[in-house]
């Protein structure tokens, strides 16, 4: 593979060492405004200091534990504004008082949401359709493959799950990641134990901080599971051995996306992003570090991966998103300047990319060639938005562009929007009423 080309590091600031993750349990109280960011466009022009630094890094200035002021009934749906007016892109909101969602998942009609109540939902058609638990570890990560779903945790652990064919309704646990057997067996031996992170030692199986983030490989049955304690690991589906596990960077890795081609991108809370080439199979599987795209000190918190792989976009803690181009190499092709505050979930579908952000909104970029446009901001939730998920529109219209969003915040709401990706034009600013006007 052809080297990848560096971009210049961002101008260095002296970060608050609190800036460690895309979700700390920090609080403020200093609202959110998109006053200054009207004309939101890409920008591959040099980094611009005063308007933006990692000195006043947005996630520090998020309202993170915010109590919800929603009283009403734990499902919501409405379509239309305060003043009764048609809204075109809400579909409508799902909320429960029973915690912040921190992880969506969507196939065809149905959307699996999770908190740190340890639930995860399963809605249909606007409805809660079913529900199934977890007895420790809140769920920060969900993957669905098939029949199978993928929970990733706080406590470290991946957790399998099989709806019932017959019964969908019923979701049995099939395993846990790493198995019981395999960490009896892996410990009897000293030469296992690993040292992650300072006064941090494990099973070199076992990820002993948070997991943040899941990808797979259907092709390849691989899953890859990103963590708070600087490594990423590789699994096998079929048998749940981890095959590898991967020191990757300095701090928190937030985000892990392995691709067909065979390359996995990692984000980290150390300002990086890297690039690693899997090579061999099985028990002599490797994955090499590659190259650096990015090096500075604003986190790197989220990451996102166009669906033929020829642009690659990564979340920062200031804010802006980056994205690079894939042509012979991967090379970098500017900035999105869309947020106030940090960026907290990308999502990519088709020609559009999302961003949610800790002000509390969505953007809604289109790629033309290598130039992105902000179609629309996607406003109403009243906290950071956590987690995006994409599916394309089901029944006689599906062919025409239009995607459904679900997009969750630590509001401890989901909202449900209809996004249009061939009609541009008919995309307007969007602003949703606060949830105590519905």
Same mark, same amino acid.
């Not at 937030?254 to 990692?266: Q, Y």
């Not at 986190?299 to 690659?312: E, I, M, R």
């Not at 992105?372 to 179609?375: A, S």
């Not at 008919?426 to 949830?435: A, D």
């Given at each position: 593979?052809?080297?990848?080309?560096?971009?210049?590091?961002?101008?260095?600031?002296?970060?608050?060492?609190?800036?460690?993750?895309s979700?700390?349990?920090l609080?403020?109280?200093?609202?959110?405004?998109?006053?200054?960011?009207?004309?939101?466009?890409?920008?591959?022009?040099?980094?611009e200091?005063?308007?933006?630094?990692?000195?006043?890094?947005?996630?520090?200035?998020?309202?993170?534990?915010?109590?919800?002021?929603?009283?009403?009934?734990?499902?919501?749906?409405?379509?239309?504004?305060s003043?009764?007016?048609?809204?075109?892109?809400?579909v409508?909101?799902?909320?429960?008082?029973?915690?912040h969602?921190?992880?969506?998942?969507?196939?065809?009609?149905?959307?699996?949401?999770?908190?740190?109540?340890?639930?995860?939902?399963?809605?249909?058609?606007?409805?809660?359709?079913?529900?199934?638990?977890?007895h420790?570890?809140l769920?920060?990560? /969900?993957?669905?493959?098939?029949?199978?779903? #993928? &929970?990733?945790?706080? %406590? $470290?652990? !991946?957790? @399998? +799950? *099989?709806?019932?064919?017959?019964?969908?309704?019923?979701?049995?646990?099939?395993?846990?990641?790493?198995?019981?057997?395999?960490?009896?067996?892996?410990?009897?031996?000293?030469?296992?134990?690993?040292?992650?992170?300072?006064?941090?030692?494990?099973?070199?199986?076992k990820?002993?901080?948070a997991i943040?983030?899941?990808?797979?490989?259907?092709?390849?049955g691989l899953l890859?599971?990103?963590?708070?304690?600087?490594?990423?690991?590789?699994?096998?589906?079929?048998?749940?051995?981890?095959?590898?596990?991967?020191?990757?960077?300095?701090?928190?890795v937030?985000?892990? /996306?392995?691709?067909?081609?065979?390359?996995? #991108? &990692?984000g980290?809370? %150390? $300002?990086? !992003?890297? @690039? +690693? *080439?899997?090579?061999?199979?099985?028990?002599?599987?490797?994955?090499?570090?590659v190259?650096?795209?990015?090096?500075?000190?604003c986190?790197?918190?989220?990451?996102?991966?166009?669906?033929?792989?020829?642009?690659?976009y990564?979340?920062?803690?200031?804010?802006?998103?980056?994205?690079?181009?894939?042509?012979?190499?991967?090379?970098?092709?500017?900035?999105?300047?869309?947020?106030?505050?940090?960026?907290?979930?990308?999502?990519?579908?088709?020609?559009?990319?999302?961003s949610?952000?800790?002000?509390?909104?969505?953007?809604?970029w289109?790629?033309?060639g290598?130039t992105?446009?902000?179609?629309s901001?996607?406003?109403g939730?009243?906290?950071?938005?956590?987690?995006?998920? @994409?599916?394309?529109?089901?029944?006689?219209?599906?062919?025409?562009?239009?995607?459904?969003?679900?997009?969750?915040?630590?509001?401890?709401?989901?909202?449900?929007?209809?996004?249009?990706e061939?009609?541009p034009?008919?995309?307007?600013?969007?602003?949703?009423?606060?949830?105590r006007?519905?």
């Open positions: 593979m052809s080297s990848l080309r560096n971009i210049p590091s961002l101008p260095k600031k002296i970060m608050n060492k609190a800036v460690r993750n979700d700390p349990n609080s403020a109280n200093l609202p959110a405004s998109d006053d200054d960011y009207s004309n939101r466009s890409s920008n591959s022009a040099a980094y200091p005063n308007r933006m630094s990692c000195e006043a890094s947005p996630i520090m200035m998020s309202p993170w534990n915010q109590t919800s002021s929603v009283q009403q009934s734990p499902w919501l749906s409405s379509g239309v504004d003043s009764g007016h048609q809204k075109n892109d809400f409508g909101s799902l909320v429960r008082e029973e915690g969602i921190y992880s969506l998942a969507a196939t065809g009609n149905l959307l699996y949401t999770g908190s740190d109540s340890k639930n995860i939902r399963v809605w249909r058609n606007m409805k809660e359709f079913t529900a199934f638990k977890s420790s570890g769920v920060k990560a /969900i993957i669905l493959s098939g029949d199978k779903i #993928f &929970t990733g945790h706080q %406590d $470290g652990r !991946v957790r @399998v +799950w *099989k709806k019932n064919r017959k019964d969908p309704r019923n979701h049995k646990r099939v395993g846990t990641f790493p198995t019981f057997f395999d960490v009896l067996k892996t410990s009897v031996r000293p030469k296992n134990y690993v040292e992650v992170k300072r006064k941090c030692t494990t099973l070199w199986i990820h002993c901080d943040s983030c899941l990808s797979i490989d259907e092709d390849e890859y599971s990103a963590s708070w304690d600087r490594t990423f690991k590789v699994w096998q589906t079929s048998n749940s051995k981890c095959l590898e596990s991967v020191k990757a960077h300095d701090d928190a937030n985000s892990v /996306i392995g691709t067909k081609s065979g390359l996995v #991108f &990692t980290s809370a %150390d $300002g990086s !992003v890297k @690039v +690693w *080439k899997r090579e061999g199979k099985g028990k002599t599987m490797k994955h090499l570090h190259e650096t795209l990015l090096n500075q000190e986190a790197v918190t989220a990451l996102a991966v166009s669906k033929n792989g020829s642009f690659v990564c979340g920062l803690s200031d804010g802006l998103v980056n994205f690079w181009e894939w042509e012979k190499q991967l090379f970098h092709g500017g900035f999105l300047k869309g947020h106030s505050l940090a960026v907290l979930c990308l999502a990519a579908a088709g020609n559009l990319l999302f949610g952000s800790a002000d509390k909104t969505i953007c809604v289109k790629r033309e290598n992105h446009n902000c179609l901001v996607l406003t939730h009243t906290g950071p938005v956590k987690c995006l998920a @994409v599916e394309r529109e089901e029944g006689p219209s599906s062919g025409e562009g239009k995607l459904v969003v679900y997009s969750g915040s630590l509001d401890k709401s989901v909202k449900v929007w209809n996004v249009s061939k009609s034009d008919s995309q307007k600013m969007v602003t949703m009423p606060s949830l006007d519905l």
